[in-house]
T-cell receptor
Framework: AQSVTQPDIHITVSEGASLELRCNYSYGATPYLFWYVQSPGQGLQLLLKYFSGDTLVQGIKGFEAEFKRSQSSFNLRKPSVHWSDAAEYFCAVGRRATSGTYKYIFGTGTRLKVLA | EAGVTQFPSHSVIEKGQTVTLRCDPISGHDNLYWYRRVMGKEIKFLLHFVKESKQDESGMPNNRFLAERTGGTYSTLKVQPAELEDSGVYFC????????????????FGPGTRLTVL
């Protein structure tokens, strides 16, 4: 069965420091991969997605992620974190079920705290 | 353009009571999805509407959950009777029709309804 693992439940970084959030997936076929962010009181917002091609994907808000098939990973990175990046981040695999429905399989999320 | 909206934002009820959650999708989006996140767990798919029809309800936990989308606009998710394990955050998402070979249509999520069953 497909699954997504985010091994870090909480991460704390200082403002201006670099950030890497880990994501590993288990999926038989070529995965469609996503990172979402949820800020307090907001809905899940798509940061970036990977379907194929260049394995380094650029997203919004200065985030990027790198797909590594050999490691089944899709880690999210940002070179310099801003206080406004404090939020919860979700990695997800997208797949089309036999019903025709396109579904996301999410990880458990990583909550990011940013120190001033 | 308004995003996906959900009402209420929070609901606290006692075990055995009934609660109805509402989702208003982005205007023009035929696809509407419900997901749920139980505390500390991953966000899980519940069901998918295409217009007013249920395309996939494989994630619905049991028959205490009833989802409707009359007229193909807003949707409601009723829990009756609520149990302690139903506590969590219920997310709604909507998307346009999938087009193209990627068969992918971005789902836009609402802020969620936090349900607490005491």
């Amino acid at each position: 069965a497909q699954s997504v693992t985010q091994p870090d439940i909480h991460i704390t970084v200082s403002e201006g420091a670099s950030l890497e959030l880990r994501c590993n997936y288990s999926y038989g076929a070529t995965p469609y991969l996503f990172w979402y962010v949820q800020s307090p009181g907001q809905g899940l917002q798509l940061l970036l997605k990977y379907f194929s091609g260049d394995t380094l994907v650029q997203g919004i808000k200065g985030f990027e992620a790198e797909f590594k098939r050999s490691q089944s990973s899709f880690n999210l990175r940002k070179p310099s974190v801003h206080w406004s990046d404090a939020a919860e981040y979700f990695c997800a695999v997208g797949r089309r079920a036999t019903s025709g429905t396109y579904k996301y399989i999410f990880g458990t999320g990583t909550r990011l705290k940013v120190l001033a | 353009e308004a995003g996906v909206t959900q009402f209420p934002s929070h609901s606290v009820i006692e075990k055995g009571q009934t609660v109805t959650l509402r989702c208003d999708p982005i205007s023009g989006h035929d696809n509407l999805y419900w997901y749920r996140r139980v505390m500390g767990k991953e966000i899980k798919f519940l069901l998918h509407f295409v217009k007013e029809s249920k395309q996939d309800e494989s994630g619905m936990p049991n028959n205490r959950f009833l989802a409707e989308r009359t007229g193909g606009t807003y949707s409601t998710l009723k829990v009756q009777p609520a149990e302690l394990e139903d506590s969590g955050v219920y997310f709604c998402a909507s998307s346009q029709d999938a087009k193209g070979v990627l068969h992918y249509n971005e789902q836009f999520f609402g802020p969620g309804t936090r349900l607490t069953v005491l």
